[in-house]
């Protein structure tokens, strides 16, 4: 088949190199230069796809890099999967989702298979895609969507593996989106509709964000009881059915976890349902950074006029991804109780207009957010070292919201 993928970011890229790998020929579009540039001279810029994966489908002559939407007009298939953030407000953003609409609605000519993978709010793509790219091209195309499920970074599951649910604006659109998953996908769900699909990709999402909302407020309770949480989820956790384990941190970081659940709250609002959930998880989400910066200066301390190294400020372990990382208010809380700061990344060379430090520098005391598996903290002089959870790794590190029961 001929795919044209729009948007070779985290999503976008991870599919291209699925649909490359069962002999698709795929058009990358993307608006950025600098990706195209870097995919272009066989450069991957995703953790978990190589750069040699990229400069042999880019040598084959099977994949091809642009910035014009023109060149997705001989596709059979259109794979969207562009941005769907919250903007300055905290609101849900289509502005990037619409643009990439209007944009092929001016150039399809013909009638194609186009497939949303952006996550949006049920209704998305028979109420916004559709009428912009039929009402655009004066074409009536088949419209599908499959909602993305990639975990940047994670080495078990990964495009081929990972289930996939599909659905449709007519029936013949979602067999037409499920055969070209199949090609490339171990298993692929049909579902009834279109709104099915966009729907359970938010639950996932909600499911988890509101699970981690609970195990915060409950590290929380059990820090002020000085119980240990990370025993107590070990031993909950023992129960083999009904239960599975979420753990604290400092905040909620990525594209998905903070961003998903205010698309689903703000869709239901217009149905006059506000999902309490939603709003209680978000409120304990969001209040983790100061507390965290609270429990900091309960073990440490005053931190005013202390020099404090900020280590780990990507989301997760493994990736680069700073999207809503919690990095950033926890940093601004530790400054509201004035302490000053800097910060060290091994995977970010540079965020909020900063470079990363070194952690050779004259510090007080560092507290490190994510431990990096290239981590390394040789060369620190300062004071002590703290972090959020326990970590067998460095058990000299001070945890600051789950600790393990000395023995
Ligand atoms: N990152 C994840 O782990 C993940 C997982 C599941 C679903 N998603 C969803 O997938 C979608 C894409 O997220 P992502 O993480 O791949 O984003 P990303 O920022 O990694 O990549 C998006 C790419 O799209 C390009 N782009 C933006 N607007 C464009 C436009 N109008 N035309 C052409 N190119 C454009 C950007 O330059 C960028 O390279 C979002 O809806 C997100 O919620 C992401």
């Not at 989106?177 to 490339?184: D, N, T």
């Not at 083999?240 to 205010?262: A, E, L, Q, T």
């Not at 070194?358 to 490190?368: C, K, P, Q, T």
Request: charged fraction near 20%; glycine fraction near 10%; hydrophobic fraction near 40%.
């Amino acid at each position: 088949m001929r795919v044209a993928v729009i948007g070779q970011g985290y999503v976008g890229l991870t599919i291209t190199v699925g649909a490359l790998s069962v002999g698709h020929q795929v058009t990358g579009i993307d608006h950025s230069p600098a990706v195209v540039a870097g995919l272009k001279s066989g450069k991957s810029h995703i953790e978990g796809i190589s750069d040699s994966v990229i400069s042999k489908a880019i040598a084959s002559g099977r994949f091809q890099v642009t910035d014009s939407y023109l060149q997705s007009a001989d596709s059979d298939v259109i794979v969207i999967a562009v941005p769907t953030p919250l903007d300055a407000k905290g609101s849900a953003d289509l502005s990037l989702l619409t643009s990439s609409a209007k944009s092929l609605g001016g150039v399809l000519k013909s009638p194609k298979l186009i497939i949303n993978e952006s996550t949006s709010y049920p209704g998305t793509l028979r109420e916004v895609i559709n009428p912009l790219i039929d009402g655009g091209s004066g074409q009536s195309h088949l419209y599908a969507i499959s909602p993305e499920r990639v975990d940047p970074g994670n080495k078990r599951y990964g495009v081929k593996n990972t289930p996939r649910v599909v659905g449709g604006l007519s029936d013949q659109a979602r067999d037409a989106a499920v055969a070209f998953y199949r090609s490339f996908c171990d298993e692929v769900i049909p579902v009834s509709s279109a709104e099915v699909a966009e729907a359970a990709k938010l639950f996932e999402n909600t499911f988890r964000f509101i699970n981690i909302g609970l195990v915060n407020e409950f590290a929380e309770i059990m820090s002020a009881m000085g119980i240990p949480a990370d025993e107590v989820l070990k031993a909950a956790g023992s129960k083999p059915y009904g239960f599975m384990p979420f753990h604290p941190n400092v905040g909620i970081g990525g594209h998905c976890i903070p961003v998903d659940p205010i698309y689903l709250q703000e869709r239901a609002k217009e149905f006059g349902i506000t999902s309490k959930y939603i709003a209680l998880s978000e409120e304990i989400n969001h209040r983790m950074p100061k507390y965290v910066a609270k429990r900091l200066m309960d073990e440490y301390g005053d931190i005013k006029g202390k020099k404090v190294l900020v280590v780990g400020i990507a989301y997760k372990a493994g990736i680069s991804d700073t999207r809503e990382s919690p990095a950033k208010p926890f940093i601004e809380s530790l400054k509201e109780f004035g302490a000053e700061v800097s910060w060290h990344d091994p995977l970010v060379p540079s965020w909020d207009g900063q470079s990363s430090s070194s952690v050779a520098g004259a510090y007080d005391l560092a507290v490190v957010l994510v431990a990096h598996s290239n981590l390394s903290m040789s060369g620190w002089k300062g004071g002590p070292i703290f972090t959020t959870n326990f970590n067998p790794k460095y058990p000299d590190w001070k945890p600051l919201i789950s600790f393990q029961q000395k023995s």
